[in-house]
């Protein structure tokens, strides 16, 4: 056996009895171990100790009056009982509302079934929604506990218990799945920051951890905890490592190149809040080409699941060309209000005349604050995105490209628009609607989509296409000689190329 294959046996051996420890960790916190049964079927006390819940009595078979009888020597105990009492039954259990006396002592406290209470009708029928309900869970439970503290004995007391549901319990093999008995350990954290920062997927951490407990009902977590604590900590990690690394290489490259500049906030924590970045070409670029920008931040697939922005325009070869790129804490009014006021501020102080974004009403709001002198467009890809998402029907599709790329006249449209809202049902359709009251904003140039990653080759492409017009020399078709020699000595090839279109069709 070779020396590594040895220090892999070494911490194999090692995580298979940390992983045990784990789980025994989380089922003393929980009180319900790999004996569930026996745990909670010990001998009745009817006054709870300060030791583990496993003292806590014979919960499974309690009644509500053997509930009525149950003391407490504080508030957390009483909690700790009635979790256990739910994990037992198949229910989670939510803290209520308290009471205090006039000196700010808790007196009075109720627990509920996590199902208690029904949602907001408001939020069932709101007509901007833009993503789908999320399933109901909440069925107006009326099971609980109330306690309430006995001053002159200083132990709390049940003053009244409902044991009924209106809803089908939990089977004992999904009670793990319940949000209240679902946490990570300390020790499953640590385990899964080691085999992840070593490049294990996270689906081969999660099966290890699962064959060496037993099965993934024995974690005391989901898959989904899991992956949302990894996201967390790469979330984290911008507070304090990669905040910096991103500055200080910021800071490397204004050393490099003088007329780049960057400009950051950070949140009240100190985590990175907002950042904007460009270099000395992309500054020299928006003079030039800056009239029109794409203003566009729905890149969310980065490390650390923040919204980055990239403005962009065309050049003169009607090429995509960078102006520069952010990244914000959130879509928020306040973040973009930032992002927009220190792209001003480094492009020294020359707004746009144009901007284009997508549908977003946070963009709208915003856009219309900063540049409120600009003309504000919708990016006709996003618009498509959305017809393609909402829409069944290919007929409509196609036509709605048509509206979006043809020239024709706004009466001619609007009795279009009404054709098509008769014929494919558009009136009932909030998505139809909200677009329609924004037509005036549809723009038939798609935004950006690319990253920062190709700027060189956005760059390089231009630097091609300006050899091309200057090296070489169109050749002259059409009877119009003399326009053709002028264009072509003004106009890009590009541009020349389309000019040339023009006079053919004379």
């Known amino acids: 056996m070779s020396l590594i294959e040895i220090d892999f046996h070494r911490w194999n051996l090692a995580m298979s009895a940390d992983v045990h420890s784990m789980i ?57 009982f009635y979790c256990k009492f739910g994990r037992c039954h198949g229910f989670g259990v939510r803290k209520g509302d308290y009471g205090k006396d006039d000196h700010g002592n808790l007196i009075r406290r109720r627990f509920f079934c996590n199902r208690v209470g029904l949602r907001d009708e408001k939020y069932l029928h709101r007509l901007d929604r833009q993503r789908g309900h999320r399933p109901e869970t909440l069925t107006n439970c009326m099971a609980k506990l109330s306690i309430y503290l006995d001053r002159e004995n200083s132990v709390w007391k049940v003053r009244k218990v409902i044991l009924e549901h209106n809803h089908e319990l939990t089977p004992r093999v999904m009670v793990h799945m319940i949000p209240k008995f679902r946490q990570m350990s300390n020790a499953a954290k640590a385990h899964t920051d080691g085999m992840h920062g070593y490049g294990v997927p996270m689906s081969k951490i999660l099966g290890y951890m699962a064959g060496i407990a037993g099965g993934y009902s024995l974690l005391g977590f989901t898959k989904k905890d899991a992956y949302n604590y990894i996201d967390k900590m790469r979330c984290s990690k911008i507070t304090d490592g990669d905040s910096n690394a991103a500055i200080v290489y910021l800071e490397g490259k204004v050393a490099a190149d003088p007329m780049a500049m960057a400009r950051f906030n950070l949140t009240e924590d100190g985590m990175l809040a907002n950042m904007f970045w460009a270099d000395g070409i992309s500054r020299v670029d928006y003079q030039y080409f800056g009239d029109v920008i794409a203003f566009d931040s729905t890149y969310k697939k980065n490390k650390y699941n923040r919204p980055l922005v990239i403005f962009s325009g065309l050049n003169n070869h009607k090429q995509t060309t960078i102006f520069g790129f952010g990244l914000v804490l959130n879509e928020t009014i306040a973040s973009y209000t930032w992002m927009l006021e220190n792209l001003l501020e480094v492009m020294c102080n020359k707004p746009p005349s144009v901007v284009v974004t997508d549908g977003d009403d946070t963009m709208i709001a915003t856009v219309k604050k900063v540049f409120s002198e600009a003309t504000h467009r919708l990016c006709a890809w996003h618009l498509q995105k959305n017809v393609t998402s909402n829409g069944s029907e290919q007929m409509f599709r196609e036509i709605f490209s048509k509206w979006l790329y043809a020239d024709m006249e706004v009466d001619e449209f609007e009795f279009q628009w009404d054709q098509a809202v008769g014929e494919y049902g558009l009136h009932q359709k909030c998505w139809a609607t909200q677009m329609y009251e924004k037509r005036h904003m549809w723009y038939c140039e798609p935004c950006a989509k690319y990253m920062e990653l190709v700027v060189c080759e956005y760059r390089n492409k231009e630097l091609v296409a300006q050899f091309t017009s200057m090296y070489s020399t169109p050749v002259f078709t059409t009877c119009l000689d003399p326009i053709e020699k002028c264009a072509a000595a003004v106009y890009t090839r590009a541009i020349f190329m389309q000019v040339k279109r023009e006079i053919d069709g004379i």
């Open 24 to 80: 025994r960790d989380r089922n003393g916190e929980h009180g319900c171990n790999e004996d569930f049964d026996d745990a909670c079927d010990v001998g009745a006390a009817d006054i709870v100790s300060d030791e583990d819940a496993s003292d806590y009595g014979n919960v499974i078979r309690l009644s509500d009056q053997q509930i009525m009888t149950k003391v407490f020597r504080s508030e957390e105990r009483a909690d700790e």
